[in-house]
């Protein structure tokens, strides 16, 4: 589970024009005040080391960040950020260094590829760009080398965009960054949409040249191609929340804290507007429903990879409905299909033409309808002797399974 922790809520100190948390932004007065003695003692409550989120966390001035990072360093032994970059500085820099501060960046190219991220006006916006990508390098310099989240749409990932969206990422591979991860545009609603979200085959594209890409890097890696691979092998421990059946009331895999020491949930999940108190106790409503729900009424029914993907984040979900699979299931059944032939091709034989899956698949349903939601590998291990070895083998030597579905 990762505790995120929110001092400021979602305030922030630019206006990402897609943010998926607009909708808290709007219906709710910017926090002003936090409680590091709340925060801190809701850290301990949660159980585990903690990340500074936002909006943006560096909002907060150096001495509390040093208090908070002093803190965490001691009880922990390291700390996390997630900042959009723009006002690191080199006094933050050796708050890095000496409370062991992992650094992830949410930025979407340089330049004009970054514009839909605005701070205001367009010459503001580009100022700021360029303190993200200052941040970047400055980092580096300094082996404190970040991870980079970047948003996939029209802005930076149209055909016209792409060749230097590639151009940058072959400049980060260069630099020394290891660690990307692709988020395709979270649709909030239809301006959203029309302006900047790309067509369902032109995301497809779009996903497939980075994995095709990837091959050319020396050291850089989307973190998508190493879980979407994990999955196919039933080894998900440690995946990606997105691809692990998330109850959208108590979001296992993200406890919220704000500033006062309330505990909350993924802002992924948050279409209303209100930060909503996690819930006593999960349910997985969700994924029984989808897996009994056919295609055409939202569902997963029938779906070889539902398994690996679940109906993805509800966060994603068709008409922002969390009870329907996500928006993006196009884009992921073509890459789940992409990767089921290449380890076909490697002699691997994918999760997805287990002969055994629908044994795992009715196993995972029992545990949902008990309100336990285990790892693919628990259950598997789980499994009689007769079948969890074939599964367990990755079902090598297994004829595969028809997959007209």
């Known amino acids: 589970m990762a505790v995120e922790v929110r001092p400021f809520g979602v305030k922030c100190n630019i206006q990402c024009a897609y943010c998926y ?25 949660a159980g585990g080391d ?7 966390p560096l909002l907060m001035p150096v001495p ?46 340089p330049g004009e ?22 941040a970047i390098a400055l980092l580096v310099r300094e082996k404190i080398v ?39 545009l979270e649709v909030e609603n239809a301006e959203i949409r029309d302006r900047y979200a790309l067509s369902a085959q032109e995301n497809i594209a779009v996903f497939r040249h980075f994995m095709e890409l990837e ?8 973190d998508l191609s190493g879980d979407m691979r994990q999955l196919m092998a039933g080894r998900d ?7 692990n059946a998330c109850d959208p009331y108590t979001t296992r895999a993200v406890q919220g804290i704000e500033g006062t020491g309330q505990s909350s949930n993924c802002g992924r999940t948050n279409k209303d507007g209100v930060d909503f108190v996690k819930a006593d106790r999960p349910g997985y409503e969700r994924y029984i429903a989808l897996y009994h729900t056919p295609h055409d009424a939202g569902g997963c029914r029938e779906c070889r990879f539902f398994l690996v993907c679940k109906g993805q984040c509800p966060g994603t979900a068709i008409d922002g409905d969390w009870r329907n699979r996500t928006e993006d299931c196009a884009l992921w059944t073509a890459l789940y299909t992409d990767l089921e032939t290449t380890l076909l091709n490697e002699g691997e034989v994918p999760l997805s033409r287990w002969p055994d899956r629908p044994l795992i698949e009715a196993a995972m349903l029992r545990h949902w309808a008990s309100g336990s939601n285990p790892t693919i590998a628990s259950v598997i291990k789980g499994m009689a002797p007769e079948t969890g070895a074939a599964a367990r083998a990755g079902g090598g030597g297994l004829q595969p399974t028809n997959i007209s579905n």
Not at 113 to 133: E, I, M, P, Q, W
């Open 113 to 134: 590829l970054n514009d839909a991220r605005r701070a205001g006006s367009a010459v503001a916006t580009l100022r700021a760009t360029r303190k993200t990508h200052g």
């Open 146 to 184: 970040p991870s980079i989240i970047i948003t996939l749409h029209k802005v930076n990932a149209g055909a016209d965009r792409l060749p230097l969206l590639d151009q940058w990422l072959r400049e980060l591979d260069a630099l020394g960054i290891r660690w990307v991860r692709l988020h395709p």
């Open 64 to 109: 509390e960040l040093e208090a908070l990072w002093s803190w965490g360093h001691a009880k922990y032994g390291r700390n996390s950020l997630q900042t959009n970059g723009v006002l690191i500085n080199r006094r933050h820099v050796e708050l890095f260094r000496k409370y062991n501060v992992r650094v992830g960046i949410s930025v979407d190219g």
């Open 237 to 243: 421990n440690g995946t990606t929340c997105v691809w």
């Open 50 to 56: 903690f990340t500074l989120f936002g909006g943006e």
């Open 21 to 45: 948390q607009e909708a808290v932004r709007e219906s709710e007065a910017p926090a002003r005040h936090y409680d590091l003695a709340r925060i801190q003692a809701a850290i301990e409550q």
């Open 215 to 222: 091959r050319t890097l020396s050291g850089l890696r989307f």
